[in-house]
């Protein structure tokens, strides 16, 4: 059995000063392509309401929805370590419901840990959810969840109050009990002193090389948003390779290029010749 990633291979990697690798990924044949390439973890985020879903924001997400795409993940994953976002209102109705919610994620989804958006409003809910044997991931910076709050898609931390509260933030998370925690779209020197600060692993989003390891959208690393954040790097053109396919597809068969004899499936002589006999009375 191939040996799997773990909340002990975070912490060590973080000791040892060895970059962590994470994607999101939302279905089978993209998880199992990511864990065969060998990416260290994978989450299952609610990005997926707007790169897979169509939804404006990620606000729409619902805990069905999280459940259908991590059984998804989890049966093309050998090795990764498979987390998957707790939903919007998913852990904001009381400590017994968001325990019930993140169960659910690793019993019935397969996933390994949860990730909660959040600083010292949810540390309860946090606490409440490991006593329970779940490991959890804390999100910090800019959380989507929070869209309506910050009035948009906008980067956190670039004054001293807020930069502040991130950074008191990320320690109550590590006195809570996470395991690791991303930092979105947080000013990179910030991010870079709160990575040092810690002794837990910060992953980094839109957030500067001085974190622990980074995470980004499997869309945007492969072209196949309808834009480009400043923080992605896209690495190949898939959405262009992909339209150009569909082009040639759609031309072939207008033009009866496709389908070919090679394409297609043949039957016996004698029986072609009964069925065209009789089909032509």
């Known amino acids: 059995m191939e040996k799997r990633f773990t909340v002990n291979d975070f912490d060590e990697s973080k000791k040892s000063r060895r970059k962590i690798t994470m994607l999101t990924a939302y279905d089978y044949p993209t998880a199992k392509l990511m864990d065969e390439a060998g990416v260290d973890s994978i989450l299952v985020g609610d990005s997926l309401g707007m790169v897979v879903l169509g939804y404006e924001d990620t606000t729409k997400v619902t805990m069905e929805d999280m459940l259908h795409h991590t059984k ?93 509260r991130i950074a008191e933030d990320a320690r109550l998370l590590q006195e809570a009990g996470v395991f690791s925690l991303v930092l979105e779209c947080v000013p990179f020197r910030l991010a870079g002193l709160i990575s040092k600060s810690l002794e837990i692993p910060v992953i980094g989003i839109g957030s500067g090389n001085d974190c622990d390891g980074q995470v980004l959208v499997i869309h945007d690393v492969l072209g196949l948003g309808s834009f480009s954040p400043k923080h992605a790097k896209v690495y190949a053109d898939v959405a262009g390779i992909s339209a150009s396919a569909v082009r040639n597809y759609i031309e072939e068969v207008k033009e009866g290029v496709f389908p070919t004899e090679k394409n297609s499936f043949i039957m016996e002589e004698d029986a072609y010749k009964q069925i065209e006999r009789e089909l032509k009375g």
Do not use: W
Request: charge should be positive.
């Open 72 to 164: 998804a993940v989890t049966r093309g994953v050998k090795k990764a370590m498979v987390i998957a976002d707790m939903p919007f209102l998913s852990y904001h109705l009381g400590r017994i419901e968001s325990v019930r919610n993140a169960g659910r994620l690793l019993g019935e989804g397969g996933c390994s840990a949860v990730k909660l958006e959040g600083g010292r409003a949810v540390t309860d809910d946090i606490r409440a959810i490991i006593s329970a044997g779940i490991p959890v991931m804390g999100h910090l910076g800019y959380t989507p969840q929070s869209i309506n709050l910050f009035g948009g898609h906008k980067a956190q931390g670039k004054t001293i109050d807020t930069a502040r």
